[in-house]
């Protein structure tokens, strides 16, 4: 019996010790309670080297331990078991996490960045242009006469439309820029470290580049499409020299710049549509 009871210290100890991998392989996956997983993994740990005592003892073993030690070997059976399916429940919420996160940054027609996550980044921008001292361009950009588009060819042509001229801005700016969908038919761009007059090129740029895009129907009718654009430019050594570094000052800097950029660009639907205006102080 004495030698049943070895081998099952050893059984328990080594079903211990898969389960001390499993852990530790599951940690990456435990997202913000990796501490209290840190601590699952060290009682684990514990309970293994309590295993190394009688095996390394053996044969001094009491009257009662052959109890203890079938106890502990199925414990330690169901703890590999356990440790599986808590490892296996993690990767899954880490995949639907990812996925929900991929859903809830991107929009789901042009496949750019939604309107949350654009404006999120553009605070996080304003954050890194005030520690640098870099200035930053925002841009409004509108579809002129949408509208029509819808009413003449359909909404299905005018998704077909927006996801086309996302496609199609998209290829105009850099991988650094930011660039998302923030309403039907409007689209914010952020520049980092671009003045309002380099902004302008790139917008104009832009707006040749839509211009000579054309869109065809399914009964062959074939159309093009115009764009107007807003710059607003920051500034942070004369827009905010003074003002603390929070997260709600840069929300207030955001919602400021969002709206003179869209300013600028409804100036450009005013003044004939199909341009680009850069937003400047009422005298």
């Not at 002129?144 to 998704?159: C, E, I, L, S």
């Not at 930011?178 to 952020?190: A, D, K, S, T, Y």
């Not at 580049?209 to 869109?215: L, T």
């Amino acid at each position: 019996m004495s030698s049943t009871i070895l081998w099952l210290d050893i059984l328990a100890l080594i079903a211990q010790i898969i389960a001390i991998v499993i852990a530790i392989s599951a940690y990456g996956h435990s997202g913000k309670y990796r501490a209290s997983w840190i601590l699952v993994i060290a009682a684990l740990v514990m309970m293994g080297l309590r295993r190394v005592h009688p095996i390394l003892t053996f044969p001094a073993v009491d009257v009662h331990t052959e109890f203890y030690t079938l106890l502990g070997t199925l414990l330690s059976v169901c703890m590999v078991a356990g440790m599986a399916g808590i490892r296996k429940i993690l990767m899954e919420l880490n995949e639907q996490n990812q996925i929900l996160s991929q859903f809830v940054q991107t929009d789901s027609l042009t496949g750019i960045l939604s309107r949350s996550e654009t404006l999120s980044r553009a605070e996080q921008e304003i954050a890194r242009s005030r520690r640098k001292g870099e200035l930053l361009s925002f841009v409004m950009m509108d579809i002129d006469h949408f509208k029509r588009v819808n009413d003449q060819y359909g909404h299905a042509m005018g998704d077909r439309v927006l996801a086309g001229l996302a496609k199609t801005c998209h290829g105009q700016i850099r991988n650094m820029d930011i660039f998302g969908r923030v309403g039907g038919e409007e689209f914010l761009f952020v520049f980092p470290d671009t003045a309002a007059h380099l902004a302008k090129d790139v917008c104009e740029r832009i707006r040749h580049a839509v211009e000579k895009e054309s869109f065809t129907t399914d009964d062959g009718r074939t159309f093009r499409i115009t764009v107007s654009l807003g710059i607003a430019e920051f500034n942070p050594a004369q827009e905010a020299p003074h003002l603390p570094h929070d997260p709600t000052v840069d929300h207030e800097i955001r919602e400021t710049f969002f709206n003179r950029a869209d300013s600028a660009m409804y100036l450009a639907k005013q003044t004939g549509r199909n341009r680009v205006c850069i937003w400047a102080p009422p005298n």
